[in-house]
T-cell receptor, first 110, second 112 residues
């Protein structure tokens, strides 16, 4: 089954404690991206990757890092999380016609 | 950069009634996507529209793109509780390959 998986689904953490949200796709897509969703703001792109070892900033990259060492995985790293990073995060992998989204990770930073 | 406005922000509809959600762009749309999100869950692809005047349907949901390709509407006929959720429109940024610009979403509640 074609899918995008994210882990964890829910995470409560404290300010400054490094965390990683994993994302994996099994569709051999080259393009992957991370979004955050906040009320009234819709989805905003954090980072995207056109292929292995090729990443670039989206609209709201501050406070985030990503890596793309292999095609299927695109982890999102928060080196020092802050409360304003409390949000719902979505990973997506794409063809030209459609984006496939993961189930989301609800992150709370205290 | 292009902006995408959705209206209304939220909508409460009696079960069985019809409803329409609009998505308007400040510039000509290259491609317009509609997604549905159930609360706290992932996004489900509904439809993609590319041509002026194009209309697509999926079960009781119909989406249209106007001739000028600046506005799209999503129409639900005889709404059901399963239609509840957040509807998001997204547009292709023509020169950026695969990147989408998103509307803020419309929260739909169906009253039994």
């Amino acid at each position: 089954e074609a899918q995008v998986t994210q882990n964890p689904r829910y995470l409560i953490t404290v300010t400054g404690k490094k965390l990683t949200v994993t994302c994996s796709q099994n569709m051999n897509h080259e393009y992957m991206s991370w979004y955050r969703q906040d009320p009234g703001l819709g989805l905003r792109q954090i980072y995207y990757s056109m292929n292995v070892e090729v990443t670039d900033k989206g609209d709201v990259p501050e406070g985030y890092k990503v890596s793309r060492k292999e095609k299927r995985n695109f982890p999102l790293i928060l080196e020092s999380p802050s409360p304003n990073q409390t949000s719902l995060y979505f990973c997506a992998s794409s063809t030209k016609q459609e984006q496939f989204f993961g189930p989301g990770t609800r992150l709370t930073v205290l | 950069s292009q902006e995408l406005e959705q209206s209304p922000q939220s909508l409460i509809v009696q079960e069985g009634k019809n409803l329409t959600i609009n998505c308007t762009s400040s510039k000509t749309l290259y491609g317009l996507y509609w997604y549905k999100q159930k609360y706290g869950e992932g996004l489900i692809f509904l439809m993609m529209l590319q041509k002026g005047g194009e209309e697509k349907s999926h079960e009781k949901i119909t989406a249209k793109l106007d001739e000028k390709k600046q506005q799209s509407s999503l129409h639900i006929t005889a709404s059901q509780p399963s239609h509840a959720g957040i509807y998001l429109c997204g547009e292709d940024e023509r020169d950026s390959n695969y990147q989408l610009i998103w509307g803020a979403g419309t929260k739909l509640i169906i009253k039994p």
